[in-house]
């Protein structure tokens, strides 16, 4: 079969983030819910207010629901919005990486813990100090891990190019033509999982002349939508072009990066957004995503996985052609 069935057909889950735990598979998505506000390019219309946790046994079973993990009156340092999450494990908890807006209309990313996979997750009072935009994704290794995230547009990455928020570069919205394009943002983070450690720094993807990707190169560029997952000996950044609709991948050697354009996974889906996670299950390596088909309205959407495999030369793809 070309394409997936949705996880959940009588709910409306986005931006899924496949993790493995206790040999089981869990998705992180945010919760998409209807309202009358209309589409515009500050993402108003994704007002999703609270998170729950998807699991399955196998591929292709059933899908359980788990209860709230958390809401947005739960956080008390944010007003609305609570967009795609990650979540990881370390020394027997589970640290859920979330983005919302503050009161001030600032995107910032908490973390909530939890001793289950499913929570609930009880969030800190305050976001991780120095985190800002959005999409926030986590690598585990055995000694250290890392956060990476951003976004353009609603993200408000464009909003941090000298380094403190400036409202008024909003609506620049990003760099264009042969400017260097704005790059995703990492951050390793600190024994307790909840806090930076060293700092904030571009997370650097060239494209394929050895040059940093440039900002009119809009169908490889960053925009948001970051994940990190390492296969053998490599590292692979994958992210979405926003705007493009494409879901692209860059290589490299450190977690840190440089990392080089490698290609496209995912062309264009149903519906205005394209986010995803790749996880490796019992052997097998999913890409999880989402897409309108269901509603075909652009904030209802619907968390899907499809198989991915791997050539000689690491290069990725998707199982079966996209229909």
């Not at 729950?52 to 629901?65: A, C, F, P, R, Y």
């Not at 947005?72 to 007003?79: G, L, M, N, Q, S």
């Not at 190169?217 to 925009?223: A, G, L, V, W």
């Not at 890409?287 to 959407?301: E, M, P, V, W």
Request: glycine letters at 10%.
């Amino acid at each position: 079969m070309a394409d997936s069935n949705p996880l959940v057909a009588s709910d409306f889950f986005a931006d899924p983030s496949g993790r493995v735990f206790n040999d089981r598979l869990y998705i992180y998505p945010s919760h998409d819910r209807k309202t009358d506000i209309p589409d515009d390019d500050n993402g108003s219309q994704y007002d999703m207010a609270d998170y729950h946790v998807l699991s399955m046994n196998e591929i292709g079973g059933e899908v359980t629901v788990h209860g709230k993990a958390f809401g947005i009156e739960d956080v008390p340092w944010a007003e609305k919005q609570l967009w795609a999450p990650d979540c990881a494990s370390k020394s027997g908890e589970y640290y859920f990486y979330f983005p919302a807006r503050n009161h001030e209309g600032i995107f910032r990313i908490g973390v909530a813990v939890s001793e289950t996979p499913e929570g609930p997750f009880v969030p800190e009072k305050e976001p991780i100090e120095g985190s800002f935009s959005i999409d926030p994704a986590v690598l585990v290794e055995e000694e250290s891990a890392y956060l990476y995230f951003g976004g353009i547009w609603g993200g408000q990455l464009q909003c941090w190019r000298t380094g403190s928020f400036d409202a008024e570069a909003y609506s620049s919205m990003e760099a264009s033509g042969d400017e260097a394009a704005l790059m995703p943002k990492v951050a390793k983070l600190s024994g307790d999982m909840k806090a930076f450690e060293g700092g904030v720094r571009d997370l650097v993807i060239l494209d394929v002349d050895g040059v940093p990707m440039r900002a009119g190169r809009r169908d490889r560029r960053f925009f948001e939508a970051a994940w990190m997952h390492k296969r053998g000996g490599k590292y692979y950044f994958s992210y979405s072009t926003g705007d493009t609709h494409y879901i692209v991948y860059a290589m490299g050697d450190s977690p840190l990066g440089p990392f080089t354009y490698a290609g496209r996974i995912l062309e264009p889906v149903q519906g205005w957004t394209t986010h995803h996670s790749i996880v490796e299950f019992r052997g097998k390596w999913y890409l999880c995503y989402h897409d309108t088909s269901i509603s075909g309205k652009n904030h209802l959407r619907s968390a899907k996985i499809r198989e991915l495999v791997y050539d000689d030369d690491g290069r990725i793809k998707l199982a079966q052609p996209q229909s």
